[in-house]
C-alpha cells in the first residue's frame, strides 16, 4: 500500500477513535498465543494465564509491564498532578533487522534444499512461507499489517498518552513541542505517527520533530552513544560483542535437547543451536506481521522460558548491567532529563525521545532500577530476577518519568522519619512533605527506584532523585574518558530542549 494512503487510514482512525467516539474493530489474538496455563517454576506457582508474548525477549508486540510493579495502577497517586514527562521509547513493532531475516532466509533455504519431508513438531513448515515476499525492503522496517502493525501501534501509544495527559498538551498558537529521534527510518517513523496520535489533526503545527544523527562523530551530544563511545565500538571482550559472546554460552544449555528432538523426528537433518535460535526468533516476528505464528507451538513453556533468559543474557551484556559500558553511555539521557526534572515545567511540560533497545536499557543500567546484586549466569536460568527483557523493551517500550506535584500530608504514626528530608512537628499535626516528586512508568507499570521510593505511590522526591544522578554519575565515570574521546568531543547532550 502506498505510504500516503496507508497514513491517511491511520489518520482517519484516529479521527473517528478520537473525536467522533466511533467504535475502533478489536483483534483477537489466536488462541496459540495466549492460553490458559498455569506456571510453575521450581515449585513456585503462579495462575496467571501462558502468554507466549511475554517470552519472547523484546521480539514480540509492545506488552504491559506486570512484574515488579507497584500496586495501585497509573493514575496519579492520591493529592498528586503530573506536571511534566519524560518519554523515552523504543521504535514501534517491526519486521527482523537484516541479520536476523538473513540468518532466517539461510534457514529456510537449507530445509528446501534437504528436499525432505518434515515430521513431527515443524511438520508445517512443509507448507509454510516467510512472512514478506520482499524482504530487502522489509528487513528492518515497521510493520504495517495485522493487529500489531507498527505504524498502527505508534498512532494508538500516541492516543493513549494524548488521553492520560490532555492537561499537558499545548494550547492554540503555543510554539511546537520538539520531539527527537535518532536518524533511523523505523525510529523516525515511529516518531511522526506517534506525534500524529498525540497532537491529533494539528501535529504538523504543533509538534517539531528532530533527527539526531546515528553517527559516530557526535560525542556525547547523540541519542546513540554507543554509536559514538569508541571503547564500546573496539573492545572485543568486554564491548558491544560481549552480549552475544553471553549468548551463545548460554544457549548452549537448553538447545542441544531441542536438537534431539527434532533428530528423532527427522533422522535426515540435524539443526545447530543457531538454526534453533531463529526458529524460536520466528515466533514472535511472524507474530508482529501476521498476528499469529505456528512456530509459536513448536516449543514447550521451558524452552520458551529458557529463549527468554537468553534474550535477557544477550542485552544484559550487551549494553545492561553486566557491560562496563552500559551505564556511562546511558547516563547521558538520563543526565539531560534530571536537569529538566529539576527546572520543572518551566523547561517545558513534554519530552519525547525515540530510539533503539540499545539505548534504552543503558538508560535503565545507568539508573539502576533494576538492581542485582550478581551478575546474570550463563549456566543456568535464574527465575527469580529482577532484569526481564521481554516487559522493559518489548517493540514499542517506554520509560516515562513523571515529574509529579503533590499536596498530600501524612500523619506522623505512617511517615518513616529516618527516611525525612522535610521539616516535621510531632503530636497530632501532620507532616507535610516535599511537593515535588518523581515516579517512573515503564509500559504502563509503575517501578520503584530500589533505594528511592518513600513519595507518594512509591514516587522518589524530586531532591533525592537529582541527588541519585549526580551520585551515579560520579560513580559511572566520564563519558569521555571511558569511552576513549579526545577533550574536543562533546561532553553531555545539549540538544534536549523546548
Not at 489466536?30 to 517470552?55: C, E, K, M, Q
Not at 554509536?227 to 551463545?248: E, F, P, S
Not at 527468554?308 to 547516563?331: C, Q
Not at 512508568?441 to 518513600?454: E, F, H, Q
Request: charged fraction near 20%; aromatic fraction near 12%.
Amino acid at each position: 500500500m502506498d505510504r500516503s494512503l496507508r497514513f491517511c487510514g491511520l489518520l482517519v482512525l484516529f479521527v473517528a477513535w478520537t473525536y467522533f467516539g466511533l467504535p475502533v474493530q478489536q483483534f483477537s489474538v489466536d488462541s496459540a498465543i495466549r492460553s490458559s496455563f498455569p506456571l510453575s517454576w521450581n515449585g513456585f506457582t503462579s495462575s496467571r494465564a501462558w502468554d507466549v508474548l511475554y517470552h519472547v525477549g523484546g521480539n514480540g508486540p509492545w506488552i504491559e509491564k506486570i512484574d515488579g510493579v507497584v500496586e495501585g495502577g497509573i493514575g496519579p497517586p492520591e493529592g498528586c498532578s503530573v506536571e511534566q514527562i519524560h518519554m523515552l521509547s523504543r521504535h514501534a513493532e517491526r519486521y527482523p533487522t537484516v541479520s536476523a531475516g538473513n540468518r532466517m532466509l539461510a534457514l529456510l533455504e537449507r530445509i528446501q534444499d534437504w528436499n525432505g519431508t518434515l515430521t513431527g513438531d515443524l511438520a508445517f513448515v512443509n507448507n509454510w512461507k516467510y512472512f514478506t515476499n520482499d524482504p530487502s525492503t522489509h528487513h528492518g522496517q515497521l510493520t504495517t499489517t495485522g493487529p500489531y502493525a507498527g505504524d498502527l501501534s505508534a498512532v494508538r501509544t500516541g492516543i493513549k498518552l494524548r488521553t492520560r495527559y490532555p492537561h499537558l498538551l499545548p494550547v492554540q498558537g503555543s510554539p511546537p513541542v520538539s520531539l527527537w529521534a535518532s536518524d533511523s527510518n523505523r525510529v523516525i517513523e515511529t516518531a511522526r505517527y506517534f506525534s500524529t496520535g498525540f497532537f491529533g489533526r494539528n501535529s504538523a503545527s504543533s509538534a517539531k520533530l528532530h533527527v539526531i544523527p546515528e553517527t559516530s562523530d557526535l560525542g556525547a551530544d547523540t541519542l546513540t552513544p554507543g554509536d559514538t563511545c569508541l571503547n564500546y565500538r573496539i573492545d572485543v571482550d568486554r564491548g558491544h560483542d560481549n552480549g552475544a559472546r553471553q549468548l551463545v554460552n548460554f544457549r548452549s544449555t537448553y538447545l542441544p535437547s531441542v536438537s534431539s528432538r527434532f533428530h528423532k523426528q527427522n533422522p535426515g537433518i540435524i539443526f545447530s543451536n543457531a538454526e534453533i535460535y531463529s526458529m524460536q526468533e520466528l515466533c514472535g516476528f511472524e507474530t508482529l506481521v501476521r498476528g499469529k505464528s505456528q512456530w509459536c507451538d513448536v516449543f514447550s513453556h521451558e524452552e520458551w522460558l529458557n529463549f527468554e533468559y537468553a534474550r535477557d543474557v544477550i542485552h544484559y551484556y550487551r549494553s545492561g548491567p553486566g557491560n562496563p559500558f552500559g551505564p556511562v553511555i546511558g547516563w547521558l539521557w538520563l543526565n539531560a532529563t534530571a536537569e529538566l526534572l529539576e527546572n520543572g515545567p518551566t523547561a517545558g511540560k513534554l519530552f519525547f525521545s525515540f530510539v533503539h533497545d540499545g539505548d534504552v536499557i543503558p538508560m535503565l543500567s545507568a539508573l539502576d532500577i533494576f538492581h542485582s546484586p550478581e551478575h546474570l549466569p550463563t549456566t543456568h536460568m535464574p527465575h527469580f530476577r529482577t532484569w526481564r527483557t521481554s516487559q522493559v523493551v518489548p517493540m514499542g517500550g517506554r520509560v516515562i518519568f513523571e515529574r509529579l506535584s503533590c499536596q498530600t500530608r501524612i500523619s506522623p504514626s505512617s511517615y518513616n522519619k529516618r527516611q525525612a528530608q522535610y521539616p516535621f512537628k510531632t503530636g497530632d499535626e501532620s507532616i507535610q512533605p516535599t511537593s515535588e516528586f518523581v515516579r517512573i512508568n515503564i509500559n504502563d507499570g509503575i517501578v520503584a527506584l530500589p533505594t528511592c521510593s518513600s513519595g507518594p505511590g512509591s514516587s522518589c522526591p524530586l531532591d533525592q532523585f537529582l541527588g541519585l544522578v549526580r551520585t551515579r554519575g560520579t560513580y559511572i565515570g566520564d563519558f569521555r574518558e571511558i569511552c576513549g574521546l579526545g577533550p574536543e568531543a562533546a561532553p553531555r547532550i545539549t540538544f534536549l530542549h523546548q
